[in-house]
RNA sequence: GUCCCUGUACCUCAGUUGGAUAGAGGGUUCGCCUCCUAAGCGAAACGUCGCACGUUCGAAUCGUGUCAGGGACGCCA
């Protein structure tokens, strides 16, 4: 059993027999930065004394009186009332085995029976993906990846906006291109998209249909359908290198079919209403500060409309949680969603939207806007070329979503200790190394010979990743992860440089610490895989 | 004007939901390879946690006020 887990259920039993019911939820475990306060400790006496109507160093030495010792060397009661709890060598040591026994399974948590529909990226497919696309594709992906982890039933689901005027300028700009591969007479639609990859489409259907298109009732049709998914194949395939997937691709255009916009404002009639010939929603009788349009005056339907039937459809196929990641700028969005999803008797927390802020690129210690090759914003495959993935990826979700980011691409290309990324696979790849150079000598997965400090701080870090992954899945924070990353990589490091792994003249510690490094080298690897990065053998 | 986010070292940011002497990386300075990967380790310097009250055993964290920066507020998506 988790070693912080076991330690709450003693403490919140040794309160229930003083008189306290606690639930093992509300006991805080500390790890205590100072070897001197011991392993963990524990607040509870403080925060619960005054329920108990004693003063906190009574309180502790009750709860001290009442405990369950097992697998604890002692327990001291420090300043104003904290409980400070010194475990067995062995009770540590035991984290050893188990890692090495679950192997890519160490941390995971267990079946929640929980569904979460996790919607992101969602960009337009009218180009490519730019940055602001590649951070929520980021941050999305390794928060599906922490919840699956975490125990939750996780669907990732794209958006696609195949409906809308922008998809009629994709289509206008596609035949212009068309025109001119022809030789005919052409004109670039003004709002239309003006860029390379339109050529490309252009070219790629003359390749595929010649000039058929010009004796079509309905090319414009054509041309919307075919130019969304030559867009949304490129899009998928730079996803693809980038490390993400999707289980569902929803399309507007289908949600806008069988009336579906309708028979949904038929539903909501009792909130809707009509004003100088467009239609609203009353919104306002819930959480957003005015009414929206939901049908303008000419009779189309704005996005919003839409976008409730997209989000009640996805209710209705029996999610317990919608999570939308979504950039800042939709910042005004979120109550006017919540409302229609209370309007429907949905209490408001089911959506949920995590903002993304913007990212600011530094270059040679200067902001750099442009992508080199097109000129235009910097694309993920830009991002993936120049950078790589990996450190792609890491750099994405190393900060808070909610906090603006500035990405240092000189770092990020660096291969030194400066950079984060090569800092945790460099420990990884040395682990493996050491690995391999004791592989003749079994492993103690009892790991008995573990006395150094710099082996035991290991080891209670090794201890608490399953803690550190539920909370990043609560959170939906994966730069939890890689703050826990980090701590281990200079863990490791440090461990690696005190203590001589491979001696032939001494195997009892040898095997002991080959079964620690083993350990390490696991639970490295399964956190960079909840962030999808790779975790190299060699380097 | 209304609402949201942010304010912690020279820079970029953590801070375990209110705990013990506020941390990490970059940058700066110094030391460490005859030995498992020096893409590494150790040490030094750097602070009015924007400011002021309040809540209590205890506040960077919670509340109120205030200042500063950013963003959102369309019959746009």
Known sequence: MELELSLKEKIVKAFMEIGLTLSVDEIIIEHSKDPSHGDFAT???????????????????????????????KVEIAGPGFINFFMKNDSLQKTVRKIIEEDSNYGRGEKKNFKINVEFVSANPTGDLHVGHARGAAIGDSICRILEYAGYDVTREYYINDAGSQILHL?????????????????????????????????????????KALSMDDPIEYFKLRGVELELEKIKNDLKAFGVHFDVFSSEKKIRENNAIEKEIECLHNYVYEDEGALLLKTSDFLDDKDRVIRKSNGEYTYYMPDIVYHV???????????????????????????AMMMHGYKPEVYEVELIQMVR????????KASKRTGDAITLRDLCEEVGVDATRYFFVMRAASGHLDFDMSLAVEQSSSNPVYYAQYAHARLCSVLE????IPLDINASHLEKESEKALLKHLSTFANVVSDAAKERAPYKITNYI????????SFYTECRVIDRDNLDVSASRLALCKASQITIKNALTLIGVSAPERM
């Open 486 to 493: 980090h701590d281990l990589a200079e863990l490791v490091h």
């Open 361 to 368: 690129f530094i270059k040679d210690g200067k902001e750099y």
């Open 313 to 339: 459809d996805k209710m209705s196929r029996g999610f317990d949680q919608l999570v939308v990641v979504l950039g800042a700028d939709h910042h005004g969005y979120i109550n006017r969603m919540k409302s």
């Open 43 to 73: 607040n509870a006496a403080l925060k619960y004394s005054k329920q108990l109507g004693k003063n906190p160093r009574d309180v502790a030495a009750l709860v001290i009186s009442h405990l369950d010792m097992d697998g604890i060397e």
């Open 437 to 440: 150079q004791g592989k003749d």
């Open 171 to 211: 289509a206008e700009s596609i035949l212009a291109r068309y025109r001119e591969i022809l030789g005919l007479p052409f004109e670039l639609p003004e709002d239309g998209y003006h860029g390379e990859d339109v050529i490309q489409i252009a070219k790629q259907i003359y390749e595929e249909i010649g000039d």
